[in-house]
């Protein structure tokens, strides 16, 4: 039976998956045995549209190509549009809810209730939305327990590496005591560009604006913020350690100079901005900062854009994973991964 689907949020992130299920449908039936229908979708700025048998991709996402509005869809018998965010979880046939809204990462809503109002209707949610999980994983997850639905966020820490599947899945057994990390591609980038080109701070930070590294604003890349929300999902959910961004201290890259580059360089080190979380009497500490790390550190050849993380764990030592941290097509792979560990575990109850 198809896995029934309503997309809360349907901007890049949202299509990038939509084109992914298409793209990929016979490979996923015949590999996987994933069979997905999207039956609605609901986006503040583009409409809301929702169909108990479903919707075809195509046209849906040529009529927003088109016409800017989902709910220029052609009228078919059982097509209903305009309900909001909370009607498209509350009353559509939909088992999960694919959870990609605008949100505000400093009070994560709307995701958050988004996420309660899922759980409380019995459907699952897979999300990117870093807020939820930094800001209330404990209270979220005792809720989607109690209803035994299923809440995947893989994309949350690095895209559709999974920094988060990884570990709980193939280090299991492990007592992971530090986790060290390079979480913000955006200051990778910067720091990487002043390193090899010799430029300023302030001339690679408009060299990652203009290739879409970096927003207008790039405040919550470069001063640390959005690292420090995922080294707390992090803690939170890979060591198993209750951590909130309060208890993170951060500090950005601003500060870092060409001379600071050079420096480092000569003592045979490289800058690089680090999430780190270890644990120490019985709780985590965290921080966000730059540092200099020896060339030698399997963290120090991370160049551009690229992401990493290194697990130092009990039984195996240290072992690091590198990949993408953004894109349209990475992100929404996490989201796709999250969805085919729900069909799994579906399946795992049936034997």
């Known amino acids: ?37 999207i039956v609605a979708i609901s986006d503040l700025l583009k409409g809301s549209i929702y169909h108990p048998n479903g919707l075809d991709i195509d046209t849906a996402l040529r009529v927003l190509r088109e016409t800017g509005s989902l709910e ?7 097509l209903v549009t305009g309900w909001d ?80 599947r990884m570990p709980i899945a193939t280090l299991a057994g492990n007592d ?12 990778n980038y910067i720091l990487t560009q002043m390193e090899m080109a010799g430029i300023t ?13 970096a927003e207008a ?4 890349d470069v001063e640390g913020y959005d690292a420090r929300y995922k080294i707390v999902i992090l803690s939170n959910y890979v060591m198993r350690a209750p951590l909130t961004v309060e208890e993170v201290s951060c500090k950005g890259i601003t500060g870092i100079t060409l001379r600071d580059i050079e420096t480092a360089k000569a003592e045979g080190k490289r800058w690089k901005l680090l999430a780190k979380a270890r644990k120490e009497d019985n709780k985590v500490i965290a921080s ?22 290194t697990y130092k764990c009990d039984l195996l030592g240290a072992v690091t994973l590198s ?23 579906k399946q795992l109850v049936k034997i």
């Open 1 to 37: 039976m198809a896995h029934k689907l309503a997309f809360i949020g349907f901007g890049v992130v949202g299509q990038g998956l939509a084109e992914i299920i298409r793209d990929k449908k016979e490979a996923l039936k015949q590999d996987e045995g994933f069979e997905a229908n």
């Open 288 to 309: 966000i900062a730059p540092e200099k790390v020896d060339i030698t550190d399997s963290l120090a050849s991370i160049s551009g854009a690229t992401n990493a993380i």
């Open 201 to 213: 701070y302030e001339e690679a930070l408009k060299e990652a604006q203009e290739l879409g590294y």
């Open 85 to 164: 965010s909370l009607k498209t979880i509350r009353e559509t046939n939909a088992d999960t809810i694919i959870e990609v809204s605008y949100t505000d990462v400093k009070t994560g809503q709307p995701a958050i209730n988004h996420c309660k109002a899922a759980f409380e209707n019995g459907k699952n949610v897979v999300m990117t939305n870093k807020g939820p999980v930094a800001l209330a994983y404990k209270e979220l997850s005792e809720i989607a327990n109690k209803h035994g639905v299923y809440w995947g966020f893989e994309g949350t820490v690095m895209s559709g590496t999974p920094a988060l």
């Open 72 to 78: 220029n869809y052609p009228p078919t018998q059982g």
């Open 323 to 345: 990949g993408a941290g953004a894109g349209k097509v990475e992100t929404g792979f996490s989201l796709l991964i999250d969805l085919i560990t729900i069909d799994r575990q």
């Open 176 to 187: 992971i005591t530090e986790i060290r990390g390079i979480l913000n591609g955006t200051t």
């Open 217 to 220: 604003d790039p405040t919550s």
